[in-house]
């Protein structure tokens, strides 16, 4: 009885963080998305790009804030493709699949921007900004990998309904 009251709850527990894990995916990308168009933001995420070697280009073909535009725009569509999970997985996991690049990008900032490391301490003490900022993408990584599977999993499942499958 035990087991099945523990299957029963771990399953449950199962589906609600899955749900938490892409849905606060969404509302961050569609906030940071947003957000991008803010002039604060734009200079914020200007170091990040002007030392980075794959982006350090982008402010020799446009403006620092229509560079961040065009990166919110990219947030804000991705979000909302995580987002049709329910009755498109595939768009859904393209949408996680893009968000899994551009964390991996983010991520390359902590080897190329200049002040990631704590001045009197270095390596492994981040300082607060750019390094801790840059720091949390690891989890976006995690969670844009785990909605990429759990969406391409159901996209072969008719229903759309891989989790319950797999907690019963």
């Avoid at 595939?90 to 983010?106: D, Q, W």
């Avoid at 840059?134 to 599977?149: E, F, H, P, S, V």
Wanted: hydrophobic residues 50%.
């Amino acid at each position: 009885m035990a087991t099945i009251i523990r299957k029963e709850i771990g399953g449950k527990l199962v589906n609600f963080g899955t749900d938490v894990l892409r849905y606060g995916l969404v509302i961050v990308l569609l906030w940071v998305g947003f957000l991008k168009f803010s002039a604060y933001e734009a200079e914020g995420i200007k170091p990040l790009v002007e030392n980075s070697p794959f982006l350090s280009w982008v402010y020799n073909v446009m403006s620092v804030q229509g560079f961040a535009k065009v990166l919110g725009v990219i947030e804000i569509i991705l979000a909302i493709l995580i987002a049709t999970r329910q009755f498109s997985p595939k768009l859904s996991a393209i949408g996680s699949m893009g968000v899994i690049f551009m964390a991996l990008i983010t991520l390359s900032f902590l080897l190329t921007t200049p002040g990631v490391w704590q001045p009197e301490y270095g390596f492994p003490y981040l300082s607060p900004m750019p390094g801790q900022f840059i720091a949390k993408d690891l989890l976006l990584l995690g969670a844009a990998i785990y909605t990429a599977g759990e969406a391409l999993v159901a996209s072969q499942n008719t229903g759309h309904n891989y989790r319950k499958l797999n907690t019963e």
